[in-house]
């Protein structure tokens, strides 16, 4: 079996450098009828939305499982596990507690500090309540503030037992793929606006709900220790198909478009230049002082990186997306481009000089797995571990400071519109059994993870 190898004198092999794997509630959780329906629920009843006509009724039966599930995270010897919480579990529509399902979040963050491991949580993974949906959702100004309510109870029953709180994930995916392009929940609305106005409205609503939470979450700590406070974005290093002018202006445009829309107003307040080229019509609504609520401290930045995009000229719409060909894709259609994730840390590091720390909290790669006699031969997902390793080693050199490391996924999961086609996981699920199985990657993390762990132990004996 192959191995995962890192330079002795790296810096992910230092005590302080967290290595963890992650999951999100919606995708593996199941238990529907412990908690309030969300968008993707009612997404998934729509024909032709999900890939193989699946849901999340069940996915992974973690809620049921959930020991076991914590019982192979600390067999992987990993230093945290970042989970995200389902709002619709943990609020009743009517606005109440719903006290089971906090008590799942407070046991499951229990169990974790008994076996040393850390706890990551995001409050928001794209599973908006069905109720606030109902009210206009993520278009609809006030949902900014409910967010904000329900990261006060999260800070009350939790807040002191975690190591982070990320106030969202990836809202360029919740904004673009579920209002602007209409492939994600809870897809396109109906209505005079254009997709892309719904598109940059939710956008900024999303920002509008971070910059809150963040001061409720802060309020929330200021007589006590606070866990470390940010936001989990995704980045891809945007190319030019072709050395001409406009496909470099494509690139650029898709850049700002994509990649700084989110990290610029949190770090100055402010939208990048890009917006200027949209048509006013396009261009949300913006109230006075909602870019100075958005511009709170941030105590990390969260960085998915999975693979780069190539942009070509499109006049109507500024950029249009040339999708991956050729030899080693993986099963999501993505080229595998490990060099893209030093470039993307190192332009964001050279790009804003306030830039938090970073913790890459998703980096992963979906193959085309099955389980033979117990053992899943994932070679193409121990390489893709491998190279970006290896490329977040290169960015530290750099001079980028991150500080922590998460491979997703813990398991394989539904993986949104693809429903179950795609396998991410480094734990094998056979959805039939719900049985749970290493790959040959969880193996390979595992000793590297061990072997660090070894490591630390004979420094500290020497000291």
């Known amino acids: ?6 330079p002795y004198q790296s810096r992910l092999n230092h005590p302080s450098f967290t290595f963890g794997v992650a999951t999100s509630s919606f995708q593996i959780e199941g238990d529907i009828a412990g908690r309030e329906p969300c968008i993707w629920d009612s997404f998934c009843e729509q024909p032709n939305t999900i890939k193989d006509g699946s849901n999340g009724n069940v996915a992974c039966d973690h809620i049921h499982r959930w020991q076991e599930d914590v019982e192979l995270i600390s067999e992987l010897g990993v230093d945290a596990y970042r989970f995200s919480i389902a709002w619709g579990r943990v609020i009743k529509a009517n606005g109440e507690i719903n006290r089971s399902g906090l008590n799942f979040y407070i046991k499951l963050v229990e169990a974790l500090a008994e076996r040393g491991i850390q706890s990551h949580i995001t409050l928001y993974h794209w599973d908006l309540p069905q109720y606030l949906e109902d009210q206009g959702g993520w278009l609809n100004r006030a949902t900014a503030y409910r967010f904000a309510d329900y990261a006060r109870v999260i800070a009350d029953a939790l807040g002191h037992q975690v190591s982070s709180i990320a106030t969202l994930n990836e809202p360029f995916c919740s904004a673009y793929l579920g209002y602007e392009a209409g492939i994600h929940a809870p897809g396109p609305q109906a209505g005079d606006a254009s997709r892309r106005k719904q598109g940059r409205q939710a956008a900024h609503h999303l920002l509008l709900a971070h910059g809150l939470a963040l001061q409720a979450l802060r309020d929330s700590f200021a007589d006590g220790k606070a866990p470390a406070l940010g936001v989990v974005l995704n980045f891809s290093p945007c ?19 994509h990649n700084l829309w989110y990290l610029q107003p949190m770090l100055s307040g402010t939208y990048p230049d890009v917006i200027e080229q949209l048509a006013v019509t396009d261009r949300p609504q913006i109230n006075a002082g909602d870019m100075a609520i958005i511009n709170q401290p941030l105590d990390f930045l969260g960085v998915n990186y999975y693979t780069r995009t190539v942009f070509q000229a499109n006049q109507q719409h500024g950029f249009s997306d040339v999708p991956a060909s050729g030899d080693g894709l993986t099963t999501m259609g993505w080229e595998v481009y490990a060099k893209g994730l030093t470039e993307i840390l190192l332009t964001l590091d050279r790009q804003y000089d306030n830039l938090p720390p970073i ?6 790669i979906a193959t085309a797995d099955s389980c033979n006699k117990g053992e899943v031969d994932d070679v193409m997902r121990i390489d893709y571990f491998q190279s970006h390793l290896l490329a977040v080693h290169d960015a530290i050199n750099h001079g980028v400071d991150i500080r922590g490391y998460f491979a997703w996924s813990l398991m394989d999961n539904f993986e949104w519109a693809e429903g179950y086609t795609q396998r991410f996981g480094i734990i094998y699920v056979d959805y039939n059994t719900q049985q749970r199985t290493f790959k040959n ?3 390979a993390l595992q000793k590297l993870f061990l072997a660090r762990q070894s490591q630390h132990h004979a420094v500290e004996d020497i000291c």
């Open 441 to 443: 990657s969880a193996k």
């Open 359 to 364: 913790y890459i909290t998703e980096n992963g």
């Open 1 to 6: 079996m192959k191995k995962i190898t890192l």
């Open 239 to 257: 190319h030019p198909l072709t050395s001409q002018q406009a496909d470099r202006d494509a690139a650029e445009f898709a850049h700002q478009y």
